[in-house]
């Protein structure tokens, strides 16, 4: 399985994601201090060689370049149009019930998952399709 893709389940937990932010450029005086990208529901997933790349834990969607001015929420949700449940939720960590996580979220992030897992598929497909049509203009060129 690739790293990180669906064990990632104690990300749930906002305290969780807050520890993974230890390379995290950004720290006093910015917009994006861990505390309000680990609030924002992402957490680090680049590690030393990509610093700044973060992943929703919700949605999945990941996130690189970021700026000190930038506003975890606001960039979560222009990225994700619509498509993130914790951000559709509009709740902060302190205020998700059981019912909130075990009704809507953890169904609407398996959806997440299988729609990642569909484009990384259609990705793959369409990759083979070029290479075959390749290999075929290489056995009959034009
Ligand atoms: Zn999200």
Same mark, same amino acid.
């Given at each position: %399985? ?6 990632? !389940?104690? %990300? ?24 309000? +990208? ?7 997933? =680049? =590690? ?6 973060? #992943? ?9 370049? $970021? ?5 975890? $929420?606001?960039?979560?949700? !222009?990225?994700? #149009? ?7 939720? =509009? ?7 059981? +019912?909130?996580?075990? !009704? ?5 992030? !398996?959806?997440?998952? +299988? %729609?990642? %897992? ?14 075959? #049509? ?9």
């Amino acid at each position: %399985m690739e790293k990180g893709k669906a064990n990632d !389940s104690i %990300m749930l937990d906002v305290n969780a994601r807050l520890q993974t932010f230890k390379h995290w450029p950004f720290k006093e005086d910015c917009a994006c201090t861990p505390e309000k +990208m680990a609030e924002a529901g992402f957490y680090c997933c =680049g =590690g030393e060689n990509e610093p700044d790349l973060v #992943r929703c834990y919700f949605c999945r969607k990941e996130l690189d370049g $970021w700026e000190p001015d930038d506003d975890p $929420w606001t960039e979560h949700a !222009s990225h994700t #149009r619509g498509l993130c449940p914790y951000v559709n939720l =509009g709740k902060k960590p302190h205020e998700l019930t059981v +019912m909130d996580v075990l !009704s809507i979220i953890e169904p609407e992030r !398996s959806k997440c998952l +299988m %729609m990642k %897992m569909h484009d990384n598929w259609a990705d793959k497909f369409n990759q083979r399709c070029e290479d075959k #049509r390749r290999e075929i203009d290489v056995c009959a060129p034009k």
